[in-house]
């Protein structure tokens, strides 16, 4: 990505495009739980390919993986066996975060406190779009 000075009379052009998941979008065109839902999506992806190189490796407790919040500078770890890993990812709607991350998550319901993680359910369009962009899902 292009980096724009921050001189004054700068500003980025108005036609400037982002690609997001190989799609074009306009800055500024996303509604918040759209890129709520695509922010946790993308940490999903992360943790799938964390969950599979753990399972090849036969290391199946306390597996840290990247907390699934939706501030994208997040780097919090939360160590989750592939049991419990597996049990999250039972629906697309469903995500872990590190307490005190969920202020960022936009609606969505608290299905567990885990003393560790908690375990949300995305509702309204972060569900849909999380939904549309699980990796597991034939949606």
Same mark, same amino acid.
């Given at each position: 990505m292009r980096a724009w000075p921050l001189q004054r009379g700068w500003a980025?052009?108005?036609?400037?495009?982002?690609?997001?998941?190989?799609?074009?979008?306009?800055?500024?065109?996303?509604?918040?739980?759209e890129r709520i839902g695509r922010n946790d999506s993308t940490f999903r992806e992360a943790n799938e390919r964390i969950a599979k190189a753990a399972s090849g490796y036969d290391w199946v407790e306390q597996v840290p993986f990247i907390c699934e919040c939706a501030t994208e500078s997040c780097t919090v770890i939360v160590n989750l066996s592939l049991v419990e890993y597996e049990e999250v990812r039972s629906r697309p709607t469903r995500f872990f975060v590190s307490p005190g991350h969920?202020?960022?998550?936009?609606?969505?319901?608290?299905?567990?406190?885990?003393?560790?993680?908690?375990? &949300?359910?995305?509702?309204?369009?972060?569900?849909?779009?999380?939904?549309? &962009?699980?990796?597991?899902?034939d949606s």
């Open positions: 980025r052009p108005r036609d400037e495009r982002l690609r997001v998941d190989g799609e074009e979008n306009y800055f500024g065109m996303q509604s918040r739980e969920q202020a960022s998550e936009g609606v969505v319901s608290l299905l567990e406190d885990r003393g560790r993680y908690l375990l &949300l359910e995305k509702e309204g369009l972060a569900g849909e779009v999380a939904t549309e &962009l699980d990796p597991r899902s």
